[in-house]
């Protein structure tokens, strides 16, 4: 190296060079506190500086005691909402069974009972008040559809079609039905069904991106591959980079090109 600093490098490299060179060390920085001895090497003096750090290790502890009692509170919540539901579900059941045992028969009350059965997933229980509060009032809307929503879950879709069919379309919500119709058709291979409860579907909710898709499922599986191909392109206006539909949109146009 003896030669990096001559005149025949350019003054670049000799930058660099220069740059390259380890720094000097840097000083420690003064102690805080210095120790006094005696010969026998006994502390017999401090001169420095003493920092009283209990405050701080109070408030650490502090913190760290509400985030653990935080974390326990907010498990505990989300515990208290869970049996909250679940307790709704059976003071609602327990009083309107309550008031259909004690007051004279209204319609309102059972109707209250089948719905609660239903919301509480028993859809078999929820059938014999839902019936009495039709005999009653034959035109009580929310009874008849909650039978629908009863019947449907109880693997009757014929009969909940049939209801569902006579309803009006007051709720928006009926959209979803009429999806799970859908589905309970396609399942069991009735595929024009399917086709009439997901057209329902998205009349009632044009954006329902699930119900135009498998209406283009059902169509395909139908034999109907350019009402297929419709449906298809209608749903990938909803989502227009959808892997799944995509691919089926080509099944679909492959099989109108074979004339299927």
């Known amino acids: 190296f003896a030669d990096l600093g001559a005149s025949d490098n350019p003054p670049r490299i000799r930058k660099l060079i220069a740059f390259a060179k380890p720094s000097p060390p840097k000083p420690e920085p003064p102690p805080r506190s210095i120790v006094v001895r005696n010969e026998a090497g006994e502390i017999t003096r401090w001169f420095g500086t003493l920092t009283d750090i209990d405050e701080l290790k109070r408030l650490e502890q502090g913190r760290e005691l509400v985030s653990q009692e935080l974390s326990h509170r907010i498990k505990n919540i989300f515990a208290v909402v869970?049996?909250?539901?679940?307790?709704?579900?059976?003071?609602?059941?327990?009083?309107?069974?309550?008031?259909?045992?004690h007051a004279p028969p209204h319609s309102r009350a059972f109707t209250n009972l089948g719905s609660a059965y239903v919301a509480a997933g028993r859809p078999a229980e929820a059938l014999p008040p839902l019936e009495r509060a039709l005999a009653l009032n034959p035109s009580d809307y929310s009874a008849q559809r909650n039978?629908?929503?009863?019947?449907?879950?109880l693997g009757r879709a014929d009969e909940a079609a049939v209801i569902f069919a006579a309803l009006p379309a007051r709720e928006p919500g009926e959209a979803a039905e009429y999806f799970d119709l859908g589905n309970a058709y396609a399942r069991e291979g009735r595929f024009p069904e399917a086709v009439a409860a997901y057209t329902r579907t998205g009349t009632l909710d044009p954006a329902h991106f699930a119900a135009r898709?498998?209406?283009?499922?059902?169509?395909?599986?139908?034999?109907?591959?350019?009402?297929?191909?419709?449906?298809?392109?209608?749903?990938?206006?909803?989502?227009?980079?959808?892997?799944?539909?995509?691919?089926?949109?080509?099944?679909?146009?492959?099989?109108?090109r074979r004339g299927r």
């Open 147 to 153: 039978r629908a929503v009863a019947l449907l879950a």
């Open 213 to 256: 898709a498998n209406l283009g499922n059902a169509l395909l599986a139908a034999g109907r591959a350019t009402e297929a191909i419709a449906a298809y392109e209608a749903a990938l206006r909803l989502r227009p980079s959808d892997a799944r539909l995509l691919e089926n949109l080509a099944l679909a146009r492959d099989a109108a």
């Open 82 to 101: 869970t049996a909250v539901r679940n307790r709704d579900y059976r003071d609602a059941i327990a009083i309107w069974s309550d008031t259909v045992a």
